[in-house]
């Protein structure tokens, strides 16, 4: 059983469409992460949710939208798509409360490319 | 969050031991070294993590120096499927934890 999964595995669009990216997780876990892969493979957070509620929103621009319907699901729709958001998007999740020892779990990862 | 340091890149051959060192001299008290690897194509994958004392686990060895100013990721007999890129990382937060990734150590295996 895949612990995060995320779709689509590979997303090819123009600029200026507007596109969602989909996580789940069935690990029981309440909080949820959208990280970004760039060219120079350096991976850095974006957003994180825990229990539905936003947390962490690391000055991404508004384009960006994440929304979380329930705690097993983190969704990042992106509006206006730019040349530069062609990256990898990358789910993980983490049970909260174990603070410095907690571990993260990532998904396979999302390929985006903006033509 | 404090800052680690680590090798750009190393090479092992197969079924030898393999040790990456990560530096972190202004590592806090309070702060778990966390260690994650990233195989290709592959989103990041949780290894091992320490607070003052060498943990084992199925994957790893950790090894903390007594300062705690360095660690050591120890694989006992490297594997070509350990060939990956292998990040050191600092926690000490709260609920609203996150991962800084730097740039990690390429670790290539070769038979």
């Known amino acids: 059983d895949t612990a995060v999964s995320q779709t689509p595995k590979y997303l090819v669009t123009q600029m200026g469409n507007d596109k969602s990216i989909k996580c789940e997780q069935n690990l029981g876990h309440d909080t949820m992460y959208w990280y970004k892969q760039d060219s120079k493979k350096f991976l850095k957070i974006m957003f994180s949710?825990?229990?539905?509620?936003?947390?962490i929103n690391e000055t991404v621009p508004n384009r960006f939208s994440p929304k979380s319907p329930d705690k097993a699901h983190l969704n990042l729709h992106i509006n206006s798509l730019e040349l530069g958001d062609s990256a990898v998007y990358f789910c993980a999740s983490s049970q909260a409360g174990r603070g410095r020892r907690e571990t993260q779990y990532f998904g396979p990862g999302t390929r985006l490319l903006v033509l | 969050d404090a800052k680690t340091t680590q090798p750009n890149s190393m090479e092992s051959n197969e079924e030898e031991p393999v040790h990456l060192p990560c530096n972190h001299s202004?590592?806090?008290?309070?702060?778990?070294i966390h260690w994650y690897r990233q195989l290709p194509s592959q989103g990041p994958e949780y290894v091992i993590h320490g607070l003052t004392s060498n943990v084992n686990n199925r994957m790893a060895s950790l090894a903390i120096a007594e300062d705690r100013k360095s660690s050591t990721l120890i694989l006992h007999r490297a594997t070509l499927r350990d060939a990956a890129v292998y990040y050191c990382i600092l926690k000490n937060t709260g609920t609203a934890s996150k991962l800084t990734f730097g740039t990690g150590t390429r670790l290539q295996v070769t038979l």
């Open positions: 949710y825990n229990n539905k509620e936003l947390i």
């Open positions: 202004t590592i806090s008290g309070t702060d778990y």
